[in-house]
């Protein structure tokens, strides 16, 4: 019994002994651990080579995979509305944060990309922001060059161009808030700038050649009197204008119950920036009118005329 007891205890110092060994394993296995989760390492899903062909995981690679083992996809699925500005910002977020997580990882060099209803949004998005960009350059170009040569001045073309984009974003800023608060939409659809802008600089450039044009005409019969030929050319094309845009008003208003959203803010839009342009050009130009024409040239026309 003596001998079995030492024995035991023998038995007894050696568990102890290894005990103290699997905690100091323990312990450098937490530290490696927590080493690994704030290294780059971390972020991956490391197998075991063996394990690679383990019928589970193939399942997964086939459902997440193609045959070639190049391409994976991933199906993520936001509760918010797929058309909200909120889940437009969750795809911008994911794929941002995609891209950053993977670079410091093998697959540094892969391209990301995200499909579904959201992302077909922002690439229209994108997409109509580039050619309304360029849209807008070559307009307000080819109108700069065209009011040159018809108003014969380089700050009037200034003047009616600022004015136009000015009632655009004015316009454009007033529809915004009509369909948040009578339509319940947060924010416009991608196209509706587009067309509101062509439309209302189109509209707004004719209106300002036909004005100045008579004002040329009723400076050429009787220079000197600034302010009265400005009137007068504002009485008689105002008329003009003001039947022009009572018709193109009732035209776009016709689409507002046409129930498609695009359509209705267009129409708003360029209803609200034909009714900002009637009133603030025409004061504009008057105000402007002194600054941009010098009358001495005209009357010395005038008085050849009228010695003739």
Known sequence: MSSQLNQLEAGLNQAVSGLDKVQNGISEVQSYLSELKNSPAGNQLNIPRNELNNSDLVTSYNIYM?????????????????????????????????????????????????????????????????????????????????LLFFTRSVLQPMVIIATLVGTYYTAINLTALIAQHFFHERMLTWNAPFFTFIMLVALGVDYSIFLMMRYRDEEL???????????????????????????????????????????????????????????VLPIIMSAYVKLTYDSRVNRGIGIKNNTK
């Open 66 to 146: 193609n045959k070639d083992r190049q391409l994976t996809q991933l199906s993520v699925v936001l509760k918010a509305d797929p058309n909200s500005h909120t889940a437009a910002k969750t795809v911008k977020q994911l794929e941002k944060d995609v891209k950053a997580q993977i670079k410091a990882t093998s697959l540094s060099k892969a391209k990301v990309a995200i499909g579904g209803q959201t992302s077909q949004n922002l690439a229209l998005e994108t997409l109509s922001q580039g050619d309304f960009t360029r849209t807008a350059m070559i307009m307000i170009i080819g109108i700069g060059i065209a």
């Open 221 to 279: 019969v009787d220079p000197g009197n600034q302010v009265k030929h400005i009137l007068q050319a504002a009485t008689v094309i105002g008329t003009v204008v003001m039947s022009a845009i009572i018709i193109l008003s009732g035209t776009f208003a016709a689409l507002i119950p046409s129930g498609v959203m695009t359509l209705i803010q267009v129409a708003i839009a360029v209803i609200l920036g034909l009714m900002i342009l009637v009133t």
